[in-house]
Nanobody
Framework: QVQLVESGGGLVQAGGSLRLSCTASGLTFSTYAMAWFRQAPGKEREFVSAIDRSGKATDYASSVKGRFTASRDNAKTALYLQMNSLKPEDTAVYYC????????????????WGQGTQVTVSS
């Protein structure tokens, strides 16, 4: 049974930082592309970042580029998202996702999802 479990969310002031983690089990982690998405209240789930199987290639939404950094540790079957210079508009539930086919910016492309972790940025 595949499980993705996010952690590290919380309440932070604007300009602050958080580091999200996603721990995977039940799959061969190194063979899956991984991604972060987020969903704010009343909005659709949106792409944040993706990382390839090796961790050498990444992609970011324009709204987070230069502030967020995705990384992974295949030995620990873990995905990370370092979020710096946080803004109130970054407030959302953040989800990690996995798919063996490769990365995509589309939610429908991902086979497995975590339950999400709440990030709240106060102004």
């Amino acid at each position: 049974q595949v499980q993705l479990v996010e952690s590290g969310g919380g309440l932070v002031q604007a300009g602050g930082s958080l580091r999200l983690s996603c721990t995977a089990s039940g799959l061969t982690f190194s063979t899956y592309a991984m991604a972060w998405f987020r969903q704010a209240p009343g909005k659709e789930r949106e792409f944040v970042s993706a990382i390839d199987r090796s961790g050498k290639a990444t992609d970011y939404a324009s709204s987070v580029k230069g502030r967020f950094t995705a990384s992974r540790d295949n030995a620990k079957t873990a995905l990370y998202l370092q979020m710096n210079s946080l803004k109130p508009e970054d407030t959302a539930v953040y989800y990690c996702a996995a798919d063996i086919k490769g990365w995509s910016k589309l939610t429908r492309a991902y086979e497995y999802w975590g339950q999400g972790t709440q990030v709240t940025v106060s102004s």
